[in-house]
Every structure is written in C-alpha cells, then in structure tokens.
C-alpha cells in the first residue's frame, strides 16, 4: 500500500512543479490606467507568449523577407526591368501630372478615370490628389507601377508619370510644358 502511496506522489510531482507562478509581477498589480508604455509593452508581450509566428505574407511589410532575385534571368542592360523585380510586393508611390492648367475637380475627374481603367485591368492603385494637377497614385504591388505607367502616359491629358525619381513624359504633353 505504501508502495502506491509512493508512486502517485512521484506521478503528481512534476504537475504541481509544472505549473507558473501564481504572483503577479510588480508592474501588473498597477491600475492599467496607471501603466506606462514599458508596462503595456510587457503585457503585449505576455499576451503574445504562446502564439504561433506569422506567414511571411501576414506580416508587416517592412519584416516581410526580400524577395530572391535571379540575375541570370534578367536583362542587365534594362535597368527599369531591374527597378520593377525588385520592387514586387513591395508598395510603391507614383506622381501623375495632369497637361494644361487644369481644375482641381477636372483633374481628380481625370485620375479617377485613369484609376478605374486600371482597376480594371487588374492593377490595383490607390489615388490621391496632392495638387491642384498632381496627383499620387499608390500600388500595393510596385511592379505594376511600370505597367500603369505604360498606359498612363498614352493618355491625352498625362503630363508626365514619376516613379522612383525619373520622369517619364506624357505622349501628347507639350514639350515647352516639360
């Protein structure tokens, strides 16, 4: 009998140490509205303890890992090739430049139709008016800035596209306008 005794002991050993600590730390015994950002650091922290890691397109974009690029398939002479594999998946901003001197509602009427032929051509952009003839349009996915830059400027009223720092002029922009 006292070997049984024994035995259920040992076996319920390890549960009983097992289990956490049931004192709470100094900085949680504080009112939350009393906690600092250190405090409420910790406590995401604790909260994120036994959560599983993100997949690596959940993430935020500046962890997400850079994508692999294999030079050997490329084009090195075409550095705009270059500019738009590196740029996929990652956001990437354009400035579009309306011609003429337009209003502010003829020109935000022109980029939202500029941006609905996009969308409709699967390229997602999102637009912004920065300027009475300017406007910023933002792709989640930076390689189909070179393709909306292809189609933007065939358009009448482009002045000019700006990705990455170079200007690319519109077809029927006025060269003393540039």
């Given at each position: ?96 430049s309306v011609d003429g001197n337009p209003t502010r509602e003829e020109a935000e009427t022109l980029t939202k139709l500029w ?43 482009c002045k000019g596209v700006t990705i990455e720092n170079k200007e690319y002029p519109g077809v029927y922009a006025k060269k003393?306008?540039?």
């Amino acid at each position: 009998m006292r070997f049984y005794y024994i035995l259920i002991l040992m076996a319920l050993l390890p549960l009983s140490m097992a289990k956490k600590s049931k004192e709470k730390p100094e900085w949680a015994k504080k009112d939350i509205r009393d906690f600092t950002d250190a405090d409420m650091e910790r406590l995401l922290d604790q909260w994120e303890e036994d959560e599983e890691p993100l997949e690596p397109d959940e993430l935020p974009e500046h962890l997400r890992p850079q994508p692999q690029i294999d030079l050997s398939k490329l084009d090195t002479a075409n550095p705009e090739e270059l500019l738009k594999v590196s740029k996929k998946g990652r956001t990437l901003m354009t400035f579009v430049s309306v011609d003429g001197n337009p209003t502010r509602e003829e020109a935000e009427t022109l980029t939202k139709l500029w941006q609905t032929s996009l969308w409709n051509n699967h390229i997602q952009a999102e637009r912004y008016m920065v300027d009475d003839d300017r406007a910023i349009f933002l792709f989640k996915d930076g390689a189909q800035a070179w393709e909306a830059k292809d189609y933007l400027i065939q358009q009448e009223r482009c002045k000019g596209v700006t990705i990455e720092n170079k200007e690319y002029p519109g077809v029927y922009a006025k060269k003393d306008e540039l």
